[in-house]
């Protein structure tokens, strides 16, 4: 991909992993207006396993707190073993202010940590960080 982040050439496809329907809505709302990126929605961290299994994606959005499989232990097995192991990860949780959550997620391979509550503003920097990053 060449060229400013403004223009993209080609689509961003990004995955948002929450279980809270408005917050999912919410992301996407704001991924969609500030980066045209067309979006994948998963409400479970088993429902998304099942589309980093199959689909390649440009960059993922990931809860830690989630019932089930919980954000944790998807965001190793998508480090281990799935098409997506070098997708940059943007972990958005209430966690983001504990330090040790914080360096669990960076050991686990995390590219960022945004909190909730989301800052529109802090939550596009730091995805555009991450697609540039990995451009």
């Known amino acids: 991909m060449s060229g400013s ?6 689509t961003c ?13 919410l ?3 704001f991924i969609k207006q500030d980066l045209r990126a067309e979006i994948a929605l ?3 961290c088993e429902a998304a396993l099942r589309l980093v299994s199959r689909n390649v994606y440009d960059i993922i959005l ?3 707190l989630m019932p089930g499989m919980g954000g ?16 940059p ?3 958005v ?13 960076k050991t686990l391979g995390a590219d960022a940590v945004v909190a909730k509550p989301v800052w529109r503003r802090a939550l596009i920097a730091a995805v555009k960080a991450q697609l540039r990053v990995s451009a």
Do not use: Y
Request: aromatic share 2%; glycine share 6%.
């Open 72 to 87: 944790f232990e998807l965001l190793s097995r998508i480090r281990s073993d799935s098409p997506n192991k070098s997708t």
């Open 5 to 10: 982040m403004g223009k993209l050439e080609s």
């Open 93 to 105: 949780s209430a966690l983001a202010g504990d330090g040790v959550s914080v360096e669990r997620v």
């Open 89 to 91: 990860v943007v972990v």
């Open 62 to 64: 990931l809860d830690l």
């Open 27 to 29: 992301l996407a709302q």
């Open 13 to 25: 496809h990004a995955l948002l992993v929450d279980d809270q329907e408005p917050m999912r809505l």
């Open 42 to 44: 998963a409400g479970t």
